[in-house]
């Protein structure tokens, strides 16, 4: 069946459902959480919800590849500070980064096929901005060679010339206090959440799985899974029509960035910013024309 829907048109839905307030952030897998998203989520907040109100329930619909701990952090005490309820609903995917945010809400709401993954933060190398190192990979690396496997094969050179120049004494200082500070992070935000009245055992269980257990970045943790590593996890369908709503305002969201060839956007049922164009002129999109979605 064909139908048009505005953005406007398919934010409304959830928010009817959910008897919320929805503002969203998208990303494309390339487009990673930053300084400068904290900002724009205090604009889109306050511009719905002016003076020093909060919201009764505030929905963050999710879909992010991961990025920067700090920046992931400031997103959830923003939301947190403006709402007396805040949860998550992740469409497709809310990894790394993305996933500590979820660890700050109340409730992730996830479909069947969405996704969290393991809390593996971003090296931002101070003077070198296109190096941006994720920590677990600088940890493996070391352990690899200082494991028996490394004398079996035979090491290029070249190759070892090539991670001097990556991973210089900024980034090998940097990336232990990374991880450190991921699992303080995730402790801090599971005992405000999830895991209020829990034992402290059981707590740092859920933060080493979170942050050192799976061997992979894209280990897929379903919702089945988060479950078990203790977080609160609903169903988007257990709530009538709202699993398809969801996957209708990810379809609005998926079409209209690709259309757009934008990277990165937040927005809300009124007003949805380009953060990250690709070649092209910088752009705030209010569509009223309406996008033919396929179910």
Known sequence: MSNGI???DAVVQVETI???????YMASEHALVGPEDAGLI??????????????????LFLHSPGGFLDSAYKIIRIC??????????????AKSAATLICLGANEIVMTVFAELG???????????????????????????LNSTETAKISVDPQFKSQMSNLLDPYLIGSY???LN?????AEKLLKENAFMGKSQPQVDTAVNKLTEYYYSHSHVIDRQEAREIGLNVTNAESTPQLDKAVRQLLSVY???????RILKLVGNRDLNRNVQPVQVPPQIANPSKPINLVF
């Open 6 to 8: 505005t953005i406007k």
């Open 42 to 59: 205090v604009d889109t907040i306050e511009m719905i919800l002016p003076g020093t109100r909060k919201f009764d329930r505030l929905d």
């Open 80 to 93: 947190k500070e403006y709402s007396n309820e805040f949860n998550v609903i992740v469409p497709l995917a």
């Open 176 to 178: 232990q206090t990374a």
């Open 254 to 260: 998926q079409q209209f960035m690709m259309q757009n």
């Open 18 to 24: 959910r008897k919320s307030t929805v503002i969203s």
């Open 181 to 185: 500070s991921s699992k303080q992070i």
């Open 118 to 144: 393991p809390i593996d933060p971003i090296i931002q190398h101070p003077y070198k901005p296109n190096v941006r190192v994720p920590a677990r990979s600088i940890k493996d690396f070391f352990e690899f």
